[in-house]
């Protein structure tokens, strides 16, 4: 069973606004990875670290910015929030050290900006 | 460049029927492949994981893998209709920073 948690599941805000995504998980995975997702298309990774003071950028070109400080926290911060940032954020984790290569996704973040 | 190619979809099928879903991939070594089934709305969640050629089998599902066609499928025997769902189907090799690379995925529709 997955454990991993992001705050908020869902939030409205206007432009110009910083923002920071929480995403935590307690199953002491290493790895961690932020995505974007529009409705109905595919997964762009846009961020992941491969722990404690990694953080690497993903394919997709993003204007977010990520911290890795504890094992079991990767924020994701939007310092001046626009419209186009408008998608779903999910996180996930995995467990390269024990052999493990399956991502484990949180519930995700709807972000709207107005 | 590493690509992971699904057919788009909609796929229809029958409630009770068998739902086959197909996934081919490029890079010949890679090692890990996985299905993950995303609801409309929702984050995907991992349902089947396979290592090795042939067939595994989880209740209802099967997911069949051919290394050396580079083909990896899922099979859905007795559909329902909450199987109606997205199938992404992700590929693992160490060559790609460690990281899934992921299908655009399938959309599935079970009709009752």
């Known amino acids: 069973e997955a454990d991993i948690y992001q705050t908020p599941r869902y939030l409205v805000i206007g432009t110009g606004k910083k923002i920071t995504l929480e995403c935590s998980q307690t199953m002491g995975h290493d790895k961690m990875y932020w995505y974007q997702q529009d409705p109905g298309m595919e997964l762009h990774l846009i961020h992941y670290?491969?722990?404690?003071?990694?953080?690497e950028k993903g394919d997709l070109s993003s204007e977010s910015t990520v911290s890795r400080i504890r094992t079991e926290h990767f924020p994701l911060t939007l310092e001046s929030a626009r419209p186009s940032h408008t998608s779903q954020y999910l996180c996930?984790?995995?467990?390269?050290?024990?052999?493990?290569?399956?991502?484990?996704f949180g519930p995700g973040t709807r972000l709207t900006v107005t | 460049q590493k690509e992971v190619e699904q057919n788009s979809g909609p796929l229809s099928v029958p409630e009770g029927a068998i739902a086959s879903l197909n996934c081919t991939y490029s890079?010949?070594?890679?090692?890990?492949f996985f299905w993950y089934r995303q609801y409309s709305g929702k984050s995907p969640e991992l349902i089947m994981s396979i290592y090795s050629n042939g067939d595994k089998e989880d209740g209802r599902f099967t997911a069949q893998l051919n290394k050396a066609s580079q083909y990896v499928s899922l099979l859905i025997r007795d559909s329902q209709p909450s199987d109606s769902a997205t199938y992404l189907c992700a590929v693992y090799n160490r060559g790609s920073q460690g990281n899934l690379i992921f299908g655009k995925g399938t959309k599935l529709s079970v009709k009752p």
């Open positions: 890079d010949r070594v890679s090692q890990s």
């Open positions: 996930a984790s995995s467990d390269p050290s024990s052999g493990g290569d399956e991502q484990y």
């Open positions: 670290s491969y722990g404690v003071n990694s953080t």
